[in-house]
């Protein structure tokens, strides 16, 4: 089992910036990769980004590359979402997962592990 807790949230104007971060715990060594996934009110949940372990790789969806960068830290097995130049439409709750094996980053299903969300707001 790992456990995912997320941070960071809140409410911020448009063009502001948020760090969200994902502390994992438990058994960190199966991970082979964690996401980023947002929920809007009244849409279904949607990929963000992701980051591989081996080989090091990231992943973004086409509506925040350039703007949100994801990161990890393996020493403190936590991985990080910075979100920059922020907009309204970015307004979500932020979920963090982790899955256990390879095959396609950007499907929740394919994901093992879910933290409870943290909320971003962007204010125009």
Aim: net charge neutral; aromatic share 12%; with cysteine.
């Amino acid at each position: 089992q790992v456990q995912l807790v997320e941070s960071g949230g809140g409410l911020v104007q448009a063009g502001d910036s948020l760090r969200l971060s994902c502390a994992a715990s438990g058994r960190t060594s199966s991970t082979f990769a964690m996401g980023w996934f947002r929920q809007a009110p009244g849409k279904e949940r949607e990929f963000v980004a992701a980051i591989l372990w081996s080989p090091s790789r990231v992943y973004y969806a086409d509506s925040v590359k350039g703007r949100f960068t994801i990161s990890r830290d393996s020493a403190k097995n936590t991985v990080y979402l910075q979100m920059n130049s922020l907009k309204p439409e970015d307004t979500a709750i932020y979920y963090c997962a982790a899955k256990g094996s390879s095959g396609t980053y950007y499907l929740e299903v394919e994901y093992d592990y879910w933290g409870q969300g943290t909320q971003v707001t962007v204010s125009s």
